[in-house]
């Protein structure tokens, strides 16, 4: 079975500083994943994505992903951390249910804090 | 309206009302999803829908009832809930294609509806 461990359900990092946002999977075949953000009072949003190929991906709002197979990791990182990145962000890995349907495993989410 | 939208945003209700929940996406997908967002536990997967067949049902108890009469539209019938089913449920729509696995798709979701049970 697929799970996601995302470390620290809280950071906190100063305006300018480098985000780094921490996810483990596991997974019993080669994963697609993904990171979310959530705004409040809002639902998530794709922020970048992981499948096949170049093992960097590079999302939206300068945010960015290494996919480390040998570390079973994923982490997010954006170099400048800005006031308008405070958010919750959710780390996710898909897979096959049960049932048939190709289905998104998530993490227990991260609340970003961005220190003025 | 643009992507996925959720009625109403807000919703308290008694142990014995009935209420019902709406989405409605304007993408053009092919299956919808009712998650539910409780605090310091990950999304959980409650219904899936493709081509307006429910295809997944993650052990939800029967005081959920889900229903979606058309691809664009998904319910989620409420009755005789108890205060632990207080949350945020969101609404996902994609776009199913055949292929397998190799074809996923990313999920659009929508604001969510803040359910709270007394």
């Known amino acids: 079975a697929q799970s996601v461990t995302q470390l620290g359900s809280h950071v906190s990092v100063s305006e300018g500083a480098l985000v780094l946002l921490r996810c483990n999977y596991s997974s019993s075949v080669p994963p697609y994943l993904f990171w979310y953000v959530q705004y409040p009072n809002q639902g998530l949003q794709l922020l970048l994505k992981?499948?096949?190929?170049?093992?960097l991906v590079k999302g939206i709002n300068g945010f960015e992903a290494e996919f480390k197979k040998s570390e079973t990791s994923f982490h997010l990182t954006k170099p400048s951390a800005h006031m308008s990145d405070a958010a919750e962000y959710f780390c996710?890995?898909?897979?096959?249910?049960?049932?048939?349907?190709?289905?998104?495993?998530f993490g227990t989410g991260t609340r970003l804090t961005i220190i003025p | 309206e643009t992507g996925v939208t959720q009625t109403p945003r807000h919703l308290v209700m008694g142990m014995t009302n009935k209420k019902s929940l709406k989405c409605e996406q304007h993408?053009?997908?092919?299956?919808m999803y009712w998650y539910k967002q409780s605090a310091k536990k990950p999304l959980e997967l409650m219904f899936v829908y493709n081509f307006k067949e429910q295809t997944e049902n993650n052990s939800v108890p029967s005081r959920f009832s889900p229903e979606c009469p058309n691809s664009s539209h998904l319910f989620l019938h409420l009755h005789t809930l108890q205060p632990e089913d207080s949350a945020l449920y969101l609404c996902a729509s994609s776009l199913m294609t055949s292929g397998g696995f190799s074809s996923y798709n990313e999920q659009f979701f929508g604001p969510g509806t803040r359910l709270t049970v007394l």
């Open positions: 996710a890995v898909s897979s096959l249910s049960n049932f048939g349907n190709e289905k998104l495993t």
């Open positions: 992981y499948t096949t190929g170049a093992t």
């Open positions: 993408l053009g997908h092919n299956a």
